[in-house]
């Protein structure tokens, strides 16, 4: 039963699902009531996506700038589900399911295992173990937000930036990812003061699109001189 795939998922679950209980907290400092922040964790069910969601909220944007930075987040799910397709073969009537539980944990311990059925289970393990343990962590946050009530007063008005950037920072493994970054917070931090808030992020994605193009262009260019 609690095969390598099973039990790689489990763990990868518990671990990943505490960190709701970050979200739950600081959904609070957005504005958010327990019922929308337990909806945003069953219904949008995938973190990165979520903490811009309440950071662009917590800065003062409107609903549509927090959908929109969220949105653009969440295609890295949609290329997982092809990948993941591809990889599981799944029957065409679970593929609406799996599509709500392919998320980077899901992805990461499917992929990671050589037999084709341990794959099958990672995905499953890893996607229910996170859904069940996130869900619970957020209410957990969102009761824990309420009690301790001005969580501005405590500081967290700055958390939900600092736990996207603890997000952020292990992908920054490389010269190529580095340099966006830096360049996509500098027209940040230049439009800040200038446009509403919640647009900074949406000029961020769009200029680090720009910036991986010429850099991959540059890339084959250099290789084929």
Known sequence: ????????????????????????????????????????????????????????????????????????????????????????????????????????????????????????????AAGLAVFVFWNLATLVGALAGNVIGDVKAWGLDGAAVAAFCGLLWPLLSGRKPVAIALVAALFTLAAIGFVPPGIPILIAAAVSLIAWQLLDRAGKTGASE
């Not at 099973?6 to 739950?24: D, H, Q």
């Not at 927090?66 to 295609?75: R, T, Y």
């Not at 593929?95 to 289970?121: G, H, L, Y």
């Open 1 to 124: 039963m609690f095969t390598p795939g099973v039990r790689t998922g489990l763990w990868v679950g518990l671990a990943t699902g505490l960190y709701g209980i970050s979200f739950g907290a600081l959904a609070a400092v957005a504005g958010l009531d327990i019922p929308q922040t337990c909806a945003l964790s069953l219904l949008m069910f995938t973190g990165g996506s979520q903490f811009a969601f309440i950071g662009v909220l917590a800065g003062g944007g409107s609903g549509l700038a927090a959908w929109s930075a969220a949105s653009l987040l969440g295609i890295r799910n949609g290329v997982y589900g092809m990948q993941l397709k591809a990889l599981l073969h799944p029957p065409a009537r679970l593929a609406p399911v799996m599509a709500q539980f392919t998320i980077d944990e899901s992805m990461a311990v499917s992929s990671a295992q050589a037999d084709p059925a341990e794959r099958k289970r990672g995905f499953w």
